[in-house]
T-cell receptor, first 113, second 112 residues
Framework: SAVISQKPSRDICQRGTSLTIQCQVD?????MFWYRQQPGQSLTLIAT?????????ESGFVIDKFPISRPNLTFSTLTVSNMSPEDSSIYLC??????????FGPGTRLLVL | QKEVEQNSGPLSVPEGAIASLNCTYS??????FFWYRQYSGKSPELIMS????GDKEDGRFTAQLNKASQYVSLLIRDSQPSDSATYLC????????????FGRGTSLIVHP
C-alpha cells in the first residue's frame, strides 16, 4: 500500500488563525480525500481533492473554510481557516488504491484555543 | 441518507475468546464492505474487505456478509490484548457512489 505522511502531526492554534496541513504520498494516486474525526466520533469526509480542478466538498463543508490544493498526483494540502475551538479535531488524509480500498495517513491532531 | 450502524461498546472479552463485532447498513445496493482497526491516537488501518455473501477468513479474522439482512460482522478468534482498539465498519455503494460511509466504531477491550 501507499505510504502517506502528514505534516504537522499536531498543533495548538489560537482562534481566528489558519493552519495548512500537508499530505504527501510516495506514489501517484488518483483519489485523495480529507476527513475529520472528532473525539468519540467516526470519520466525516470533508472533501475529495481532485488533481487539476477544484475539490469536491461534502454537505456542511465549504471552500472558504477548508480550501484544498492538489497540485499533482502525490501531494495535497488542507487549510483550516479562521479557526474556532469547534475545529479541534483529527484531520486525516486518505488515498484510494486498487480494489476500492482507502488507506489513511497518520493524521494531524489540532487543538484550537 | 446512507447509514452504517455499530454498537459503540465497549465490548469486553477475555483473552483467548472470540470477539464478535457487528455492523448494519441502510443502503441495500451496497457492494463493498470494509473493517478498519483504529488504535487510540492512531489512524485507521484496513484489516478486512469483503464483497460477496458468506465468510472470508484471514488469519484470526473472519468477515461475514449477509446482504439480504444488510449486516456485516467481524469475528476475531483467540483475542489478544493487542486487539484492543476501535473497529470501524465502512460500506461503499454502487452506481458511482465511490465514497464509503463509516460507522462510529465499536470499542473492543480484551482483558488478560
Amino acid at each position: 500500500s501507499a505510504v502517506i505522511s502528514q505534516k504537522p502531526s499536531r498543533d495548538i492554534c489560537q482562534r481566528g488563525t489558519s493552519l495548512t496541513i500537508q499530505c504527501q504520498v510516495d506514489s501517484q494516486v488518483t483519489m485523495m480525500f480529507w476527513y475529520r474525526q472528532q473525539p468519540g466520533q467516526s470519520l466525516t469526509l470533508i472533501a475529495t481533492a481532485n488533481q487539476g480542478s477544484e475539490a469536491t466538498y461534502e454537505s456542511g463543508f465549504v471552500i472558504d473554510k477548508f480550501p484544498i490544493s492538489r497540485p499533482n498526483l502525490t501531494f495535497s494540502t488542507l487549510t483550516v481557516s479562521n479557526m474556532s475551538p469547534e475545529d479541534s479535531s483529527i484531520y486525516l488524509c486518505s488515498v484510494e488504491e486498487g480494489a476500492e480500498t482507502q488507506y489513511f495517513g497518520p493524521g494531524t491532531r489540532l487543538l484550537v484555543l | 441518507q446512507k447509514e452504517v450502524e455499530q454498537n459503540s461498546g465497549p465490548l469486553s472479552v477475555p483473552e483467548g475468546a472470540i470477539a464478535s463485532l457487528n455492523c448494519t447498513y441502510s443502503d441495500r445496493g451496497s457492494q463493498s464492505f470494509f473493517w478498519y482497526r483504529q488504535y487510540s491516537g492512531k489512524s485507521p488501518e484496513l484489516i478486512m474487505s469483503i464483497y460477496s455473501n458468506g465468510d472470508k477468513e484471514d488469519g484470526r479474522f473472519t468477515a461475514q456478509l449477509n446482504k439480504a439482512s444488510q449486516y456485516v460482522s467481524l469475528l476475531i478468534r483467540d483475542s489478544q490484548p493487542s486487539d484492543s482498539a476501535t473497529y470501524l465498519c465502512a460500506v461503499r455503494g454502487a452506481g458511482g457512489s465511490y465514497i464509503p460511509t463509516f460507522g462510529r466504531g465499536t470499542s473492543l477491550i480484551v482483558h488478560p
